[in-house]
């Protein structure tokens, strides 16, 4: 299906209206006028596009202000902007090649922080028993915020089980956390006290945020030694008429946020809560376990999200609340929910 204008709360094919409940602008912010006032004026001020790497001998304003402010938003001692969420995490991985001996991940872990020879957490259900045993290594644990299919934050209690021999770098990928989850929407990263050398996130912030772009966040250390790299030093920035634009908009999170909280507790409040359904109060991704329920929606004119991550992969459906949908929007996508659900 094409579209002629971004896919906001409402969309029109082929002359008829129909309910959007996909894409992943959790916060509404792509056709909030408050925000595009400010994206306007910024590139007025910025330009359109800053062709030159970071470390060129003119620096840029824009790049302090808004990495500070993602610093004090997400809670870490430092961070860096970069013109992409996968670049974000291609950068982190390929910093963590010179210092692991071996990377770990939980399954169906995002590709901007897979690498070749990561090995399972966990096998048949139990820890992996490298994790487990007295070899002095540095490893490093890669995992999503929230991963696919789930509607809570990554359990990461099994960090307490691996071996006290183990130096552990956890890198998390919080693209679909962050500006959702935590206080005003600032991840789990801020949250994570396990034993840990180092945690590093990096997130995209197309997403949530309304920007195109990425970010890292760490340690001060770490994020000096990312801004050496030369894939960092040779490429562009962000655009920093955008980078500014995150600083600027920092109260405008809080509202559309709050909004979006709001929406989730509506549903919570009207849904009857069935197996073919998963949702999650605090998390705006309603996974639908029924293909019959996901034809019922389009009869209704009601479009989700429906997309394969790999051509071999089942479609993954899921329904996306944003900050913009309406009580009546959330009312007929409910009340098919609870139609259906009342056969059984």
């Not at 959007?20 to 910024?42: D, R, W």
């Not at 402010?69 to 970069?82: C, D, N, P, Q, R």
């Not at 920093?240 to 979006?260: G, N, R, W």
């Not at 959330?330 to 009340?335: A, T």
């Amino acid at each position: 299906m094409i579209v002629d204008k971004f896919p906001d709360r409402v969309i029109e094919i082929n002359q008829e209206q129909y309910l959007y409940f996909g894409g992943t602008a959790y916060l509404g912010l792509p056709t909030n006028k408050e925000f595009q006032e400010l994206v306007i004026q910024n590139i007025l001020n910025w330009g359109t596009t800053y062709g030159s790497s970071r470390t060129a001998n003119i620096q840029l304003s824009a790049y302090d202000a808004g990495e500070v402010f993602l610093a004090s938003h997400i809670g870490s001692e430092k961070t860096v902007t970069v013109s992409s969420g996968m670049l974000a995490g291609k950068l982190v991985i390929d910093l963590m090649k010179k210092q692991t001996d071996c990377f770990f991940h939980l399954n169906d872990t995002h590709n901007a922080i897979q690498t070749e020879n990561s090995v399972p957490i966990f096998l048949n259900g139990n820890l992996n028993d490298r994790l487990l045993d007295s070899k002095p290594e540095k490893i490093t644990i890669l995992t999503d915020g929230v991963r696919s299919f789930e509607t809570k934050p990554a359990d990461l209690s099994f960090l307490e089980k691996i071996s006290k021999s183990k130096e552990i770098t956890l890198v998390i990928d919080e693209s679909h956390s962050l500006g959702i989850t935590g206080k005003n929407g600032s991840g789990i990263y801020s949250s994570i006290e396990f034993p840990v050398k180092r945690k590093i996130m990096v997130s995209s912030l197309g997403k949530a945020f309304g920007l195109t772009g990425g970010v890292i966040a760490s340690d001060s250390e770490f994020i000096g030694k990312i801004k050496e790299l030369e894939t960092f030093t040779s490429a562009a920035g962000m655009n920093p008429a955008f980078v500014q634009t995150l600083s600027d908009a920092k109260e405008i999170y809080k509202i559309q946020h709050q909004k979006l909280k709001d929406n989730l507790s509506y549903i919570d409040s009207i849904l009857i809560k069935n197996n073919n359904i998963l949702f999650d109060k605090n998390y705006p991704l309603i996974y639908l376990l029924s293909n019959e329920l996901v034809e019922k929606l389009k009869a209704e004119k009601i479009i989700i999200a429906s997309f394969r991550y790999t051509k071999e992969a089942e479609p993954l459906n899921r329904i996306v609340i944003t900050a913009n949908h309406l009580k009546e929007d959330l009312d007929k996508l409910v009340n098919v929910f609870n139609h259906f659900n009342s056969r059984f």
